[in-house]
């Protein structure tokens, strides 16, 4: 048994102390997204004129990404179940799956705002385009975050070391997963 | 790994996560498609009542939430009902241009000039 994972032996509420954690941390980004949402709905319901700046926006590559996180989270949950089945090599492999998934959002995402910064919209062109950079930035930043975390993970997953780890980073992958299936409409189809 | 961490996590029952993906992935082009009829309650419907499906699908299904202690539940319902106090208690602030004794001259000039764009556009 390896002193790294006391994070996964201590159980106080029946959790495993590092799960718990994880589900605190997915609790106050509920706090962080849903404000922003929540902020965008409201503005968006009070301001008729934000739909003409939605209309640049690029459905297709939104839909590519979407169907790129929804992969990647099927990659991370099959992560989970090599890692419960004690295949830690094989967990490690669909985890590096799971962050090339990541990789290709944020080079399509890269694309994308090209395109939009190219055609004159960028963070002081209005409303629209100032809460379209703060929440789609601020999740791109999660998705960069998740893919550092999980190759780290995987490399330790390899040796068969801390596997609950990888089910705990695979919570986190899904909600940033959530996160953006709530976006992808509020920004791209409702126009 | 440790004896108890993993004896717990054997006893989760792993669905076939690939039928539930390919679900999600139809879900998507639904989504997608919706705003093609032209039909406003129809287009909303597909983009954000199928958004609260696909996310339910992932936190059931991938996140297991249905699995976990109470405790997760709680710790999440209470994020959304936090949420949706924010919501309401700053909403009629933002969505309404003018009350009794206030009117919000920068919101309205906002929506008067961005209105204006959209006719020179049309």
Known sequence: MSGRSIANLRSVTGIPTARLVTWWIIASEIFIFGGLLASYIMHRLAHPEWAIAAANTNTKAGAL????LLTSSLFAVLAHKAADA??????????RLTSLGGAMFLIVKGFEWTHEIKEGFVLSSGGFWSFYYTVAGLHGLHVLAGL???LIIASD??????LPRVQCVGLYWHFVDIIWIFLFPLLYIAK | MSSESHSEAAHIHHPDYVKIWAVLVVLLIVSVLGPLTGIRWLMLFTAFGIAVVKAYLVAKNFMHVNLEKR???YLLVTSLVFLAILFS????DVMKHQGLRWENYAAKKAVESGSQAS???E
């Open chain 2, 71 to 73: 405790w997760v539940t």
């Open chain 2, 119 to 121: 006719a020179k556009h």
């Open chain 1, 86 to 95: 004690g295949d830690g090599p094989k967990a490690a492999k669909f985890l």
């Open chain 1, 65 to 68: 990404n979407t169907f790129v």
């Open chain 1, 157 to 162: 997953a390899t040796k068969n070391r801390d």
């Open chain 1, 148 to 150: 550092v975390i999980m």
């Open chain 2, 89 to 92: 208690g700053v909403a009629p």
